[in-house]
């Protein structure tokens, strides 16, 4: 009973879930590289989305957008990487549509039940010929899903993925994960790609509401360079074939999918920013002791974002008053006199004031792989949380001749 770990687990450990991959040269060629994927589901499955805030807008968000809401329903999603399909004029659209029609086609289901996600180097058209050429020769299987994770991979150093077993008295389902991303990261989502399956019986208004709520607590609190893509999308779909008890709002079980769907984001989302283009930590910041949730989470998110405060993490440079600054930037209610101040829990901060500690073992914790920073407001009961990596030189090298 209770939510456990699957060993390599993915986005075809739900039941009815299949993927696969193939290198068609949308990317540069490399060892066991891919950049076309699909994932398939043998039945129609609820579908639901949220998307970029941008707003010049890939033409591979605008089909996947119009037909969850059309019709609510998906079998398939065709996935590119190398190619964000984005600022290129109206042919961007028709080439989407061609695409998902060249899926469907493959698949021998309907095309307005298949989804596309793109990512990759804006104001370069889809490769059409590539996609017509390759799609077809793309064989679904039940062990694919790893494949799939490394098809939509660009600049990440790793493939994400995840998937957990829930059971309890009423449910035994399953929910897995993939995303990528490591650059262009920055709240509304980041530049990345989130697939998430189930195979559990959930109400569509539910999947919708708690898909939000966990992308608002995840996805949209991690940053590795302030800015924003033009073709975030996370999917969830949920195909039904656990046979368990329609989950909905009101369901004892409700709370047991929400806090799964949680865990499954969060580990997306965290190695995201884990994987940061040139990052060598993670930073997670927690604000607690808010006077709301609102407070804490747009705190944290302030604080993670600092370029201050990520080239100090870098160095290791325990220097808490650039903290201070990130926190103070958010504007929210707040009392000097009344703030702690943590790194991996060694306290270097009371009451608005630096305390007496051991700056070898502070800048000893700056160094691992892992920093936690976290900050007691002492107000009220808010909590909130976020994440992003360190900013270093080789971050600035990369980006200056991206397409180069």
């Not at 957990?164 to 993939?178: F, T, W």
């Not at 707040?334 to 009371?350: F, G, M, P, R």
Request: with cysteine.
């Amino acid at each position: 009973m209770g939510t456990k770990t699957i060993p390599n687990g993915n986005i075809t450990s739900p039941k009815g879930f299949f993927a696969g991959a193939i290198f068609a040269g949308l990317k540069s060629p490399g060892k066991n590289k891919k950049d076309i994927g699909i994932i398939y589901s043998e039945n129609l499955s609820r579908v639901v989305g949220t998307f970029t805030k941008n707003t010049i807008v890939s033409p591979s968000v605008t089909v996947s957008r119009e037909r969850i809401e059309e019709h609510g329903e998906a079998q398939a999603i065709v996935v590119n990487s190398g190619c964000a399909n984005c600022a290129v004029g109206h042919q961007g659209l028709l080439d989407a549509k061609e695409v998902t029609k060249i899926a469907s086609k493959h698949l021998g289901i309907e095309d307005k039940h298949t989804l596309i996600a793109s990512t990759g180097v804006i104001g370069v058209e889809l490769p059409i010929a590539l996609m017509r050429k390759f799609i077809p020769k793309i064989k679904i299987s039940k062990r694919a899903g790893g494949d799939f994770s490394n098809s939509i991979l660009t600049t990440d150093k790793r493939k994400k993925e995840i998937a957990l077993e829930v059971k309890n008295k009423n449910q035994n389902y399953k929910i897995g994960g993939s995303s990528k991303g490591s650059g262009m990261i920055h709240p509304n989502m980041a530049t990345m790609l989130g697939f998430i399956t189930t195979d559990a019986n959930i109400e569509k208004n539910f999947m919708q509401k708690i898909l939000r709520k966990c992308v608002n607590l995840t996805f949209n609190q991690i940053d590795v360079d302030g800015d924003q893509s033009t073709n975030d999308s996370v999917f969830l779909m949920a195909n039904g074939q656990s046979k368990g008890k329609e989950i909905n709002e009101k369901s004892s079980d409700a709370d047991d999918f929400y806090n799964a769907l949680l865990q499954v984001c969060k580990y997306l989302a965290t190695e995201i920013a884990r994987d940061g283009e040139g990052a060598t930590k993670l930073i997670e910041v927690t604000v607690e002791g808010a006077m709301s949730d609102n407070d804490a989470l747009l705190a944290s998110r302030e604080c993670a974002s600092s370029l201050l405060v990520r080239t100090a993490v870098y160095g290791r440079d325990p220097n808490w008053g650039r903290i201070f600054m990130g926190i103070g930037k958010a504007e929210i209610e707040l009392e000097e006199s009344k703030i702690d101040v943590y790194i991996n829990d060694i306290q270097i901060v009371a009451d608005g004031k630096a305390i007496s500690y051991n700056t070898l073992s502070v800048v000893s914790a700056l160094g691992e792989d892992e920093v936690r920073i976290r900050v007691n407001l002492n107000l009220g009961n808010g909590f909130g949380q976020a994440w992003s990596c360190d900013l270093t030189e080789e971050y600035v090298i990369f980006n200056s001749a991206y397409t180069t």
